[in-house]
């Protein structure tokens, strides 16, 4: 008898373990679906594009302190966001791809949460069910793919809400290190994105105790230590960045915090069911599981990880409708949690013996595979479309896509026999369905997406641009604001602006406009008045090259100078003074 055999006798294999094999499964699909094609787009205007450049400047100045745009310091966001995108740019050099990759890992880090919250809650398939769900609902895909601070926001604040809900359950040792991480956590999302990354999870965390009456926990939470964590955290930058641009706090605090949510000065005010539509919109299409989600709630007492999660929806939801500015992205922190209690009804009506499975389980999947069936078919037979939308097509798709058809039959096949033998009341037949429902679906909008993307980007403009410039040519904007232009041009000096001097915004900056902040110490002026740069445009001894508006044209040919357009895409000019 060999070594082996003498050592392992008796021991019985392993028993198949299925939970670690759909951890793994469902982890790819999430790798797959949200990198697939990640770069492909062209940098969408004007977040995206300015984001992409603040960070980039970030490198080109070494100023990790303050984040500057087009060599201006540009103070209306913190700094967190852009140093990742910053730091992905210095590893993989700067691009669509790895400007957009802190945004996905931060989805990806949110859907680990939900999967680990959920689990705890409500069970394994609820946990899975909570990852399929996020991870399929318009606008945490579509913000998961955007250059944009608000999924990393919303990774910082789940963690901080994820780390109570566990340390109020722990003891020992665990419970402390899981409440000293909720203040870290909260001190992190207060970098990102200002006060509202510690007020959110405090107003879910104060009520969660006031409603359970557990202010017991109070006792625990460390407060005399985590507050210190906190303000560390915290004070890491905003110290720092107030010693170097006096009066920044105030202007953050009260203009873009105090002002913005009780004052319309920033032209973003919405009615107050605003977000009852968006969310109605950006949940698509798991909206049409809430009306069974709320009677499944109201026929029970709310207690305990319910009113946790409720809470967690209610208290963000509220305070940004009460707010008298509103974006669509400001209410993406209380999607986790609505993905976790709809998906603990979705699960609870396969293993209730009692429960009657709906057809409405089935309408995700079915909605999936429409969005991706139908356009396909227009894909592959465009002829039946205007001929101004068959010319995108042909765009998008320059030859027919014979996988594309032949996975669609395939797919066409395998859903009629599931439909003839009822497969979507059995949960893992639903489960892989409204999956691969999804695939199919992105596989369809990506090109579609990547060709729309060139008409809101600078992209092609500056390709067909640096052409024409030549070394020592001192870029201009005229009136119009490009927000990914100094990107796709990789800039090394500022460009100028032209612009009336008296709007409320300049470069897409409330601050800028107001404060007029110096360039990067070296740099020369940026901001110039239509009547200064008239004289500049007639006497500098520099080769000016402008991109300019169509309709601004006529402006820029009264200053009497000669002037020469060297190019024009869509309704932008490029035009010289010599």
Not at 527 to 539: G, V
Request: proline content about 6%.
């Amino acid at each position: 008898m060999t070594e082996y055999s003498r050592t392992h006798r008796g021991r019985r294999p392993k028993s198949f373990d299925p939970d670690n094999y759909c951890i793994v499964v469902l982890y790819l699909f999430c790798l797959l679906i949200l990198f697939s094609d990640l770069g492909g787009a062209a940098l969408f205007e004007p977040d995206e594009g300015r984001n992409a450049e603040v960070a980039r400047e970030i490198l080109l100045l070494n100023d990790w302190v303050t984040p500057h745009y087009d060599f201006i310091p540009r103070l209306d966001k913190p700094i967190f966001f852009f140093g990742l995108v910053a730091l992905s740019f210095k590893f993989f050099e700067p691009s669509e791809w790895s400007a957009r990759l802190p945004s996905v890992l931060a989805a990806l880090g949110c859907l680990s949460l939900t999967y680990v919250l959920a689990r705890s809650m409500f069970g394994r398939w609820a946990a899975l069910w909570s990852v399929l769900i996020l991870i399929t609902s318009v606008e945490f895909f579509a913000l998961s793919r955007i250059v944009i601070l608000d999924m990393t926001l919303t990774l910082f604040l789940s963690l901080s809400l994820a780390c109570f809900w566990f340390g109020q359950l722990a003891a020992g040792r665990r419970k402390r290190a899981l409440f000293l991480l909720m203040y870290a956590a909260m001190g992190v999302a207060t970098l990102i994105k200002g006060p509202v990354g510690f007020m959110l999870p405090a107003a879910v965390i104060f009520f969660y105790l006031l409603f359970s009456r557990k202010w017991i926990v109070l006792r625990e939470m460390e407060l005399p230590l985590g507050v210190p964590v906190f303000l560390l955290a915290v004070a890491s930058w905003y110290v720092a960045v107030e010693l170097r641009n006096p009066g920044y706090l105030h202007h953050f605090l009260w203009e873009e915090n105090v002002a913005r949510f009780a004052t319309t000065q920033f032209k973003r005010s919405e009615p107050w069911y605003y977000f009852f539509l968006i969310l109605a919109g950006g949940f698509f299409p798991w909206t049409a599981l809430l009306p069974t989600t709320i009677g499944n709630l109201s026929k029970r007492s709310v207690d305990g990880a319910h009113l946790f999660l409720i809470l967690w929806i209610a208290l963000p939801f509220i305070g940004f409708s009460l707010s008298a500015s509103k974006l669509p992205h400001y209410i993406l922190p209380v999607y986790p949690p609505l993905a976790m209690i709809v998906a603990a009804t979705v699960a609870k009506a396969f293993t209730d013996s009692s429960a009657k499975i709906s057809w409405v389980l089935s309408l995700p999947a079915t909605t999936f595979f429409l969005l991706a069936f139908v356009p396909a078919l227009l894909i592959i037979w465009p002829e039946f479309l205007p001929d101004q939308i068959q010319t995108h097509v042909h765009a998008a798709f320059p030859r027919t896509p014979i996988p594309l058809a032949a996975g669609l039959l395939v797919t066409l096949l395998l859903g009629l026999v599931a439909m003839k033998r009822e497969l979507w009341r059995k949960q893992l037949c639903l489960y892989a369905a409204t999956a691969v429902g999804f695939a199919l679906f992105i596989r369809v909008a990506e090109p579609i997406v990547t060709t729309v993307s060139l008409n809101r980007s600078s992209k092609q403009l500056a390709e067909k641009a640096a052409l024409v410039i030549r070394a020592g040519d001192q870029l201009v904007l005229y009136e119009r604001y490009l927000s990914s232009l100094p990107f796709y041009l990789n800039i090394q000096q500022p460009i100028w602006v032209v612009w009336s001097g008296t709007k409320s915004k300049v470069l897409g900056s409330d601050y800028i406009a107001k404060k007029r902040p110096e360039p990067a110490f070296g740099y020369g002026k940026v901001l110039y008045t239509y009547e200064e740069f008239a004289d500049l445009w007639l006497a500098s001894n520099t080769r000016l090259v402008a991109f300019v508006d169509d309709d601004a044209f006529d402006g820029l040919e009264v200053t009497g100078g000669a002037s020469r357009r060297l190019l024009q895409v869509g309704d932008t000019s490029v035009v010289t003074n010599r």
